[in-house]
């Protein structure tokens, strides 16, 4: 008798095993000379070399899915026993559809869902950066963070830097309570809000700890190199001239860069020019960088923001 064991350290063993371990229950049923047994997070099996080897084939494709599409049902499990011992590929349960961008969680289909947010899609195959300029609700940041974690599932980069300038929108940070990070993290919540969307929370935590994924201010940028990463700078019409200029010059080899903003929502004193103006002026000519300009049509939030949008623009002329 062999025994064999697989490690979900990265996963939440309650997403994998089902409620009430339902899934561990099915794959029992469907492998019953085998013995199951789970510890936390290793799952241990025993049985004969031939029933462990299929079982491992099954597991491991089930783990992949789960990575796919961030859910595991009692019917996928059946589809995907149903499919290897036909010996077909893992790959037949990938979506036909080429412009879903990433599976959610849930199963939750994320694609570019406006004309604008699809030339986002579009630019970021045959530029290494593009600039996403447009009005709040337009989807910039999300289809950025999408487009990130698409190039991190493919392997296509070692990492994500997701960055922001902490600057207030007539609010005090000091008086927050707090440390730094707790003053500073409202300023990044928009992020979180969406990478939470688009990975299963143990493996997005694992990310975030060993730095495969790094959330930070704009000012701890300095003097770095970004290497192979995708790194995506949101709200950069907040950030200064010399700001804008310092992260853009971070791009390292085998990088790609999104830089987002609303140029209509600046909130740095008068004093302060912003850098996206500035770069939305000097950069539009410059191969290898695309600008990409959203507007009122690309609101996905509630109808009533286009409204509001449409109000206030109204209201400058």
Do not use: C, W
Request: aromatic share 6%; glycine share 6%.
């Amino acid at each position: 008798m062999t025994e064999n064991s697989f490690s979900l350290e990265s996963y939440s063993p309650l997403e994998i095993y089902g409620v009430n371990d339902s899934n561990l229950e099915l794959l029992r049923e469907q492998f019953p000379k085998l013995k199951i047994v789970a510890r936390d997070e290793a799952l241990k099996v025993q049985g004969d070399d031939q029933d462990i080897e299929q079982f491992a084939q099954i597991f491991n494709s089930l783990l992949m899915f789960y990575d796919n599409y961030g859910r595991i049902q009692q019917s996928d499990i059946m589809t995907l026993i149903g499919n290897v011992s036909a010996n077909e590929e893992v790959s037949s349960f990938k979506e036909v559809n080429a412009d879903v961008l990433v599976h959610g969680r849930n199963g939750m289909m994320i694609r570019a869902r406006t004309p604008n947010q699809q030339v986002m899609v579009q630019s970021i195959s045959s530029n290494d950066m593009i600039f996403a300029i447009g009005p709040a609700g337009t989807g910039k940041t999300y289809t950025a963070v999408a487009l990130a974690v698409r190039a991190l599932k493919n392997k296509e980069v070692r990492r994500i830097v997701l960055t922001r300038p902490a600057v207030e929108a007539g609010e005090n940070l000091g008086f927050l309570p707090g440390d730094l990070k707790d003053k500073l993290d409202p300023y990044l919540q928009p992020l979180y809000d969406a990478l939470r969307d688009m990975i299963p929370t143990q493996k997005l935590l694992g990310y975030l700890e060993d730095g495969t994924i790094e959330i930070a201010p704009l000012a701890f940028m300095r003097g770095r190199t970004l290497e192979g990463a995708f790194a995506i700078l949101d709200e950069a019409q907040n950030a200064t001239e010399g700001q804008l200029k310092m992260f853009l010059t971070r791009m390292g080899n085998s990088s790609k860069f999104v830089i987002t903003g609303d140029i209509t929502q600046i909130d740095l004193p008068r004093n302060q020019a912003s850098g996206l103006v500035q770069a939305s002026r000097l950069l539009k000519d410059v191969k290898g960088i695309k600008f990409v300009m959203l507007d009122n049509r690309d609101v996905v939030r509630h109808k009533l923001v286009t409204s509001i949008i449409n109000a206030y623009e109204g209201d400058k002329k």
